[in-house]
């Protein structure tokens, strides 16, 4: 018999979701031709789920991966970028 697989972490199935959300809200517009959803609502959402890649590598050591956290960090801040360059 095999052991059964264990089951993420509610904060592990938030990521999870919060990642499906944003590539919904990034998906859709594409496929409809709307415009695409704020800059800084998908840089907000980021930043939430950089908090809880936070809250989850205080509980795991494996997670200690700085290497994933600089590259949201560099997404979040062209994305800052990019919203900021926009004309009025």
Do not use: C, H
């Not at 496929?31 to 590598?57: K, M």
């Not at 062209?78 to 900021?84: D, E, K, N, P, R």
């Amino acid at each position: 018999m095999s052991t059964p697989r264990p089951t993420p972490d509610p904060l592990t199935i938030a990521s999870f979701a919060l990642l499906g959300v944003l590539a919904v809200m990034l998906v859709i517009p594409l496929l409809t031709g709307n415009p695409p959803p704020s800059p800084y609502l998908i840089a907000g959402l980021l930043l939430l789920r950089l908090g809880l890649q936070f809250l989850r590598s205080r509980r795991d050591e494996q997670l200690r991966k700085p290497a994933a956290w600089a590259f949201d960090l560099l997404l979040i801040g062209l994305i800052f970028y990019v919203a900021g360059n926009q004309p009025g």
